[in-house]
Every structure is written in C-alpha cells, then in structure tokens.
C-alpha cells in the first residue's frame, strides 16, 4: 500500500499527490493501492507517526527516509532534493522510491 498522508493548507500536497496519480496512471501501481490519509490534529499526527506534509509511505516506510517513522511532526514537511530545498516530492524521485521499496532494497 502507498500512504500519502497530508493535513489541509499545506500548499505542496496537492502537486505531491498529482505526481502520485500520474504514476498510478503510468502503471507503477494500481490506483486501488493508494490511500489518502488528511491528518487532523496532534493527536492524530502523534498515533500516525506522521512526519509533516506531505509524507508518503510504502508499506509503512517513508520514501524519503527509508525508515519506519519514528517520532511525529505537524508542520509542513521540506525535503533535500538534488541540492535544493523542497515540499514537493518529485515525481521521478518517487517512481523510483517505491520501486526500490516494494522490491524489498
């Protein structure tokens, strides 16, 4: 399964999730697979493990770490990607991250 997990105002969970549809439009993985979580509340970001906005998980491993997460965070989430500082996961880094993932590397 593939978590995209997001609380609402964050401004780049929609163009993290629209690189997730296109992939599921590409075949990387059924549609059915993708579960969209809005994350409520510190409560909800603590049971969740929930690392900030936008996260995505592959069978519970967050693509940008590689880990089972630990801890939580309710803030907008900001990524290194190729030597700049992002909120949006590219669609290319993740094509690649669940592949490596649902491979088992």
Known sequence: MIEFQYFEGCPNAAETLRNLEVLSEEGLFPKSDL???NVRGLDRAEELRFQGSPT????????YTGKSPDGFNYTCR?????GKRTGILPKEFLKESIERLRSGE
Do not use: A, N, Q
């Not at 995505?56 to 693509?63: A, M, S």
């Not at 900001?78 to 190729?82: H, Q």
């Open 35 to 37: 579960k969209i979580t």
């Open 56 to 63: 995505v998980l592959v069978d519970g491993i967050d693509v």
């Open 78 to 82: 900001i990524y290194e990607m190729f």
